[in-house]
């Protein structure tokens, strides 16, 4: 089966600047400058692309919110469109 994989806008950016570094358009300093990061984490970023594709992009505190906080479907909140995951309260 196929895993969807939703990127916010600051997501859909770093992939945009890493696919230029792949593709040789960039360097790996132009792209940490675009982005506002330190050449070092724009490496560190480039390997985990390089390594998980797209979805070594998503931030870390992203994962599925039913694993972390299981809720009836009563408790659903509508999330945000830019959001990958469904926000859960806490049964209670």
Known sequence: MEE?????SKEL?????????EAERMTVTE???????????C????????E???AGLVHGNRRDAEKV????DSARVPAPPELAFDVR????
């Open 4 to 8: 969807r994989l939703t990127l916010t």
């Open 13 to 21: 950016k770093r992939l945009r600047a890493l696919e230029l570094v």
């Open 31 to 41: 792209a940490a400058r675009l982005l506002g990061i330190s050449e070092r984490q």
């Open 43 to 50: 490496w560190r970023m480039l390997a985990r692309y390089r």
């Open 52 to 54: 998980q594709g797209a």
């Open 69 to 72: 906080n299981p809720a009836s």
């Open 89 to 92: 309260l806490a049964a209670g």
